[in-house]
């Protein structure tokens, strides 16, 4: 379906009290870790910008409560931009950098051979892709 994108995102509020500051904002918010690995040095290492001066990260191995704690303005993280696109369309996360991190990994919709051909199925299947094409 996509390949893996991690997109720097925060809540509106805390882009905000950083006077839209990356640095500024980088070094006071903490940041929310939620990959298997720490994205946040290869997303240093991609940007130049030093993350050693900030706060320590907060760990959250689940995904969908990392992406609750960056809405409720607890940080910011680099989430996986298939799950996040609503909420920046929304406008309650906002993207604080344009360095957007590929990552390795890739979505896609697992079936049996036999389920695609039934109509429900092939629906679902076709309305994910067509979904999910600006993203691709």
Known sequence: ????????????????????NINRLVTDTRRIQSAGYNEWRDWSAQTGIDLSQGRSALVIEDFLVAIRAVTLGEGLALLPRVLVQDLIDAGELVLFSDSALQVDHTYHV?????????????????????????LA
């Open 1 to 20: 379906l996509v390949k893996g994108v991690l997109s720097p995102v925060c809540a509106p509020s805390v882009l905000a009290a950083a006077g839209g």
């Open 110 to 134: 697992a079936h049996t051979v036999a389920s695609v051909k039934r109509p429900h199925v092939r629906a679902v299947v076709d309305w994910l892709r067509s979904s999910l094409a600006p």
